[in-house]
Structure formats: C-alpha cells, structure tokens
C-alpha cells in the first residue's frame, strides 16, 4: 500500500507544496483516526505525554524529509535512504548507549553504506542536500525507532499514529506560516516542491491526498501493530518490501527505473538491514 501511494508524491509536487500537502493530509487522516477511536479501535490518550510527542516528532521530522525529496529523487533511492534505519540504530546503539556489536553487524554497516553511495551517487561536483536529504531521514526514523522501542511500547497503535500525523501537520502549518511571511519566487512543476506556500488545489490533487491520507494511515498503521505484536528482526525484514513495491509502482506508473548499479545498491542496502536486524534479535535473545 505505502509503495504504491508514495509513488503519487511525485504527481501532487507538480502543483502544490510540501508544507501545504501535509497540512491537508494530516487533518484528512486525524479526521479518520478519530473515527476509528470512536469505534473501538483504540484509544488517543497517551500513557506516557513526552515520549509519544518525542516519538511523534522524530518520525514525523523523518517523513518530512522522506516526502520532500520524491520530488527530486526516484522513489527507490528516496527509499533507499530512509532504510538506511537499522543501521543508525546500531551505529547509535554502540555510540551513544555503548551497546557492543560484533564483526558481523560491523561488516553490515559497511555494506549497507557501500549499498547507499551505489543507489544515491552522489556526484562531489554537484552534491546537494536534496541528495542527503533521504539520509537524514534514515537517521530520525533510526531514533524514532528506538524511542518507540524504549518508552512507547505499551502505546496504543492510534495513539502512536495520531501523534505522528499531528506532528506532520503541525510542520505543515509552520511551513506554511513561514512562506506566508517569506513568499519565495518559486518554479513550475516539482522544482518548487519545497519552497510553494498555499496554492488552490484541483479535484485531482484533492483526490490523491485523500487517498495519500487513507492508505498512510492504514499502512503505517499496521507497520506500528505489527512491531508491537510480532519478532522486531522479522518486521524490519519485511518492512523492505516497501522499497520492491515502490518500484514496481514507479516503474508501471512513470516508467522510472533505477540502473543497474542502482539496484545492486538496493539489493545491498536490504541484506545489510536483514543482517542487523536478525544478528541483533539473536543477540537479545
């Protein structure tokens, strides 16, 4: 579902900005939340205030920067980036909470950052932060997950979701606000993604946030439920199937395909992932 939805980011960039399309999305999908609150599907309030907004904040920050760069970038490399994740996670593990890691798991690293410079290639002559931005979302969904795992795990599934769109909405709101205050002289089509203040929006945008905003809360919804019901180095596996979906999307509905050394970058980027995932759930257990 994510794989296929993510895919008309690229169609909604042409004619709205990314702080308007969030906005919108967000109150589309807190609407939709509440409807399921209401209907038994669990509750909004949270255990534990801080943790939730901090989690929130990170992961939204995340998908702020994710989001921002399917603009520019294929979805695949975009992806790419932000599955980067496990492996922040163990790089801050052993750095920040001096967790000790194996030669295993340091071997994944530095495939899975091989497997990154093969997707991104990055040019030193031209590198931009549009180019880093999908790493830098890696990095805060890597702390998101681990605050998730450390403070939030007796969360409700709707409330880790709603505080997650909240946050992205609030963002969308500031963003907004900013260039409001700061109009920018901004370009036609995608190019202007990032720096488009509020816009009129067409039937067709309308209808692809409000598909954007169903499919996000369901899908990420049951990614939330799944690492609270099931083994963490399973999920994180199959989580990758994201980036398969993805590109089968990109490729039926834009022709867009990554090249070959592209997707051996990927290939990479999956088994260094799969590699720390499993490596550190047979080191807890």
Not at 37 to 58: E, M, Q, T
Not at 165 to 174: C, H, K, P, T
Not at 234 to 261: D, G, H, K, M, R
Request: contains cysteine; glycine residues 10%; positive net charge.
């Amino acid at each position: 579902m994510l794989g296929c939805i993510d895919n008309f980011v690229f169609r909604i960039s042409a004619e709205i900005g990314l702080w308007q399309m969030h906005a919108v999305r967000s109150v589309m999908a807190l609407i939709l939340i509440a409807g399921l609150s209401a209907l038994g599907f669990g509750s909004l309030r949270p255990r534990r205030f801080g943790p939730v907004v901090i989690r929130s904040a990170l992961v939204a920050t995340s998908m702020l920067l994710y989001f921002g760069s399917l603009a520019f970038l294929p979805i695949a490399q975009s992806l790419a980036g932000l599955f980067t994740s496990p492996i922040w996670v163990l790089v801050v593990s052993a750095l920040a909470l001096g967790q000790p890691i194996g030669p295993v798991r340091i071997a994944a690293v530095a495939l899975g950052f091989t497997g990154t410079l093969l997707v991104l290639q990055p040019d030193p002559a031209n590198l931009s932060l549009v180019t880093l931005m999908p790493v830098g979302a890696g990095l805060l969904y890597a702390l998101g997950a681990l605050a998730t795992r450390r403070w939030c795990l007796q969360e409700s599934t709707l409330c880790l979701l709603a505080g997650f769109m909240a946050i992205l909405g609030l963002w969308g709101v500031i963003g907004l606000g900013v260039l409001t205050l700061f109009p920018q002289a901004v370009p036609d089509g995608p190019d202007g993604f990032l720096i488009r203040g509020w816009v009129p929006i067409s039937p067709l945008i309308w209808g692809l946030i409000a598909i954007q905003a169903v499919g996000s809360v369901i899908g990420v919804g049951l990614i939330i439920k799944a690492y609270q019901l099931g083994e963490t180095s399973t999920v994180a596996v199959l989580e990758y199937a994201v980036i398969l979906f993805a590109s089968f999307f990109a490729w039926l509905f834009f022709s867009q395909l990554l090249n070959p050394l592209g997707f051996f970058g990927v290939a990479l980027v999956i088994t260094a992932g799969s590699l720390i995932a499993i490596r550190t759930a047979r080191a807890v257990a």
